[in-house]
């Protein structure tokens, strides 16, 4: 890993912007050399930042971005908690991207089969039969310090041989999802975790410079080869002690 980046900011407008020029300007940089580029999208926050910042970055080119999802709720696409459905509405039908380069969930299968379907399109798609590449996955972090649907002390976070993993008893509901596992997220290029609000302070806190108890699943994101950034905006920055950055306006990462 080539060191994790804590960047605070202002506001969560501030931060979308540059999120949106950081995730650019990398797919720029992997397509410049002929390859593709791989987008990685998570819910939450993470849904109405995108729909905002992306679309208005000018010339904005997704024809050849591929994109798919840290996890996803086993629910119909219709479902208003749907990560795909609310991309599908906010994001998706603002931008030139392929329907055939956005890689969702089959949610007609069982768990089981979901899971190991997804992690076999990812990897057609990457075209390995290794782990999985993606070059920038964006990742949230709920209250209690999970990413994904990895949630403190569960068993999944000691899985090393899937790279998709099904869950059936999530905490928080729906109780069926599917998630890409730690070795998968740790072997992206680029992991952006976007963290924001006064609530998320003390998790941020403990996360990032450690508690008592065990390490809480989004504090074992640590690309093995890859970036790791934290952008998050002053309330959510209010407890931290550690040493951080303040860019100043338009500034790029």
Known sequence: ?????????????????????????????????????????????????????????????????????????????????????????QLFEKINIPEDRILAIDPSLPVQECADDYAGKLSKALNTDQIPVFDILLLGMGPDGHTCSLFPDHPLLQENQRTVAPISDSPKPP??????????VNAARCVVFVST???????????LEGGEGPALPAALVAPRQGELFWLVDEPAAASLTSQVERPGPGAKL
Not at 175 to 184: A, E, G, I, N
């Open 1 to 89: 890993m080539s060191g994790r980046r804590v960047v605070v900011f202002p506001s969560v407008a501030e931060l979308g912007s540059t999120l949106a020029q950081l995730v650019c300007s990398r797919a720029d940089k992997a397509l410049s050399t002929g390859g593709s580029f791989s987008l990685g999208l998570s819910g939450g926050s993470l849904v109405s930042i995108l729909s905002k910042e992306l679309p208005a970055v000018p010339s904005l080119d997704c024809s050849k971005w591929l994109i798919g999802f840290c996890d996803e709720r086993l629910i119909p696409f219709s479902d208003p908690e749907s990560t795909y459905g609310l991309y599908k509405n």
């Open 197 to 207: 609000g006064g609530s998320k302070a003390p998790v941020l806190k403990q996360v």
């Open 175 to 184: 109780p069926q999802r599917v998630t890409m596992t730690l070795p998968m």
